[in-house]
């Protein structure tokens, strides 16, 4: 066995690691900015939300595009180069002041993070696969950090006038250098079959991969709740202060980032589909209280409970995915994250339409439902015999951090 081994694989745990954390303050400088992008554009409110949809619907033709380019380049050099263009797009917007700049900035933002998103999740299953152990969680723990630090840069430039460009470029001027740097140390499957691991070919089979695309599609339709419905719910529903209603979207990633830190651990002691049983248990919860909340602070106390439940689910849909398809896993991978963006397109205008045509807490009970099924799907993230969890950790061959 290479002495070298272990080390190249901390490395490359960590500088995947960053690349999600990047990316993670990047989306988050986007979307709570969006108010702010509007003005400056002068997109009208009948128009915004043709320009918002556009974006997840080319993230998913981006994730397409690279199930493709994956085949004839490793997904550590889509990484490495579509990331600094997310950031150069970001900057671009904050910096124009005409329609059509904003229009193909954000088509550009859309198809990139689709490729990025993808990418990003295929180094990840195939470090875990080299582990023998579940890391993946840590990853998007790190993405959870990074939209957190986002979301908080984002508030500073709202609250001292700070315009977009001068917020967006020193970020800018920090995260590229720092992603690139890390993408020198990027590990992918390509690089553990040039060691002599075996590569395998296998064909993905959607009817046995859809019960995962329908999990990542209701855990997304879940966020997206949470993302965009909190703060009107808390302040229209349950007639907290305007203050007060920006909290708990800042609590749901703040116990998103706690969940996902520690989540790795309870795959490793009960497994996989155990602990994304539980998540979709406290999630229901979640909804639940919500919907019955008397006032804010119980409404609040839901939200705590969502951010909990859901955070270990995407995470653990893309390991599976993995799983489920060893010899394929970039092709599912790229195919599974298209859900990811169909969840965020339906996700808020359903639970909108739902909530003016009937009521909020009425419309709460949707996506409680949807998580709810994730409890019928779970037994496609039990471990095969490549996988990780209680009775299913391979022989530790390499002792890596």
Known sequence: MDDARPQTLRHGRAALAVSFFAQGALFALLVTRIPAIQDRYGISDGLL?????????LAGLGSVGTEQLVKRVRPSVVLRWVQPVVALVLLVLGAGDRMWVAAVALALFGVCVGGLDASMNMLGVSLQREYGRSIMLGFHAAYSLGGIIGASLAWSGAHWHISLVALYGPVVLVLIPLTLAASRRYRDAADARLEGA??????VVMRLLMPLC?????AYIGDSTVSNWSAKYLQDTLHSSEQLSTVPYAVYMVTTLIGRSVGDFGVRRFGAAAVVRLGAVVAMAGFAVVAVAPGAWVGMLGFTLLGFGLCVIVPQTFAAAGRMFPGASDTAIARLNVFNYVGFLVGSPLVGALGDAWSYRGAMIVPMVLVGATLHYARSFSAGPAGYGVGHERPSTVDVG
């Open 214 to 218: 329908l999990v990542m599609a209701f």
């Open 198 to 203: 075996p590569k395998e070919t296998q064909p």
């Open 49 to 57: 939300p043709v320009f918002l949809a556009a974006v997840p619907i």
